[in-house]
């Protein structure tokens, strides 16, 4: 029985030699199939974990809040909360007073032009306290963060802004306006780095100035996008954000649109968008895949026809109805199984290059890489049959005729 498996897949291969091109393009839609499945995993998943060790990096004691609508949508600022209702003050106060938070810094944005060197219209202008700096775990590149101590029109930048803004590479003490006010530059951060499709504002693009600063400017203290909550040392984060999750709601009259999230919680709108997007185009691959079975079911039916003489003959000398069924059936596994090992090596080696030359760091789930290939090779087997039970219920006589 061994022997006569190792002569099929013998005759399978050498059917494969001889007809090469033909054999790659048929194996093609395997491949490219098996490929689109593993990568689109692997990047979901790897994106997904990126953005969730962003918010993580903020530390295991830091929330964010921020309106419920926020996680779908993404707002000219950058910021979350563009048709959502807003934090205010009073919701900062009610925070602060939650027992347990050490610290309740608020993130607010402005519109408005910036002129330094350059003008810039309508940046991501972030108005927030001091304490900031110390919860983004950001290094400065020069200068320092503002403190309680400096003056109101202090700001640090982004390291992008800072670039397209003024035309020296390190502007402290620069001046630029913003308002009709006029700020010094106190420091520029060094390079953040952002998750791919992550709706977190790009801080690089950021010009921050502090929360008093933004309340002079507009008469009225500003509204709130986005709140980072410290909790206190040795309490449990869990335990104080269903205390803040109750007092904003408390505060909101009892409606519950703010969302509360835990430390590197990755409940957001990304992963929604993304589950999406993987789903969808999972589907196309799958349709793809079974689409590479259907090519290797044409490509079998051209080779029977071509090859009826053949057939013919072995049937003369004695080979059963079995037996050529056999010899094509395993055709249709060596195109399904040489594509689907392609496709898994493409995969793992194009992986390999994404997260060495871009940003992103795909993570293969073994799940899909062991399945995606395993559905292919029966995909190949299931549409195989057809041709192989067409060339294993020839007439052997009226296939000798055939020239």
Request: without cysteine; proline residues 4%.
């Amino acid at each position: 029985m061994s022997s006569l498996r190792k002569g099929y897949l013998h005759l399978a291969m050498q059917s494969i030699k001889v007809s090469r091109v033909r054999s790659f393009m048929t194996m093609l839609g395997i491949v490219i199939s098996v490929m689109s499945v593993i990568l689109v995993v692997a990047i979901g998943e790897g994106v997904k974990q990126q953005i969730g060790n962003q918010s993580a990096r903020y530390g295991q004691d830091v929330l964010l809040v921020h309106p419920s609508q926020s996680g779908n949508e993404l707002t000219g600022s950058g910021l979350p909360g563009g048709t959502s209702t807003l934090l205010n003050a009073s919701d900062l106060d009610a925070v602060r007073r939650t027992p347990g938070v050490s610290v309740a810094v608020p993130l607010s944005s402005m519109s408005g032009q910036v002129q330094g060197d350059r003008t810039i219209n309508n940046p991501l202008v972030i108005a927030s306290t001091p304490q900031l700096d110390t919860i983004l775990n950001q290094k400065i590149d020069y200068g320092g963060f503002f403190t309680s101590n400096d003056s109101d029109r202090t700001a640090v930048l982004g390291a992008d802004i800072a670039r397209k803004l003024f035309s020296d590479n390190a502007p402290l003490g620069q001046r630029f306006t913003f308002r009709g006010q006029s700020f010094i530059v106190a420091g520029v951060f060094k390079e953040f780095t952002a998750a791919p499709f992550s709706l977190e504002a790009n801080y690089n693009q950021a010009v921050f100035i502090p929360y008093a600063a933004a309340q002079s400017l507009l008469g009225y203290a500003p509204q709130i996008n986005q709140m980072f909550v410290k909790v206190k040392a040795g309490v449990d984060p869990t335990e104080v954000t269903h205390s803040v999750q109750a007092a904003i709601t408390e505060a909101h009259g009892g409606t519950n649109d703010v969302v509360v999230l835990p430390p590197g919680a990755k409940g957001s709108g990304s992963n929604e968008t993304l589950n999406l997007l993987t789903r969808m185009t999972v589907g196309v691959a799958l349709i793809a895949l079974l689409l590479g079975g259907v090519g290797i079911m044409n490509m079998m039916l051209v080779s029977v026809t071509e090859r009826i003489h053949e057939i013919g003959i072995r049937k003369a000398i004695g080979a059963t109805d079995q037996q050529i069924m056999r010899q094509f059936m395993t055709e249709a596994f060596a195109l399904s199984f040489l594509g689907s090992l392609i496709g898994l090596l493409g995969a793992f080696a194009t992986v390999g290059l994404l997260r060495l030359y871009t940003s992103l760091q795909p993570v293969i789930i073994w799940q899909v890489a062991v399945l995606a290939p395993l559905i292919a090779i029966a995909a190949g087997v299931f549409f195989g049959a057809i041709p192989a039970i067409k060339a294993a219920s020839m007439d052997p006589i009226e296939a000798l005729r055939h020239e």
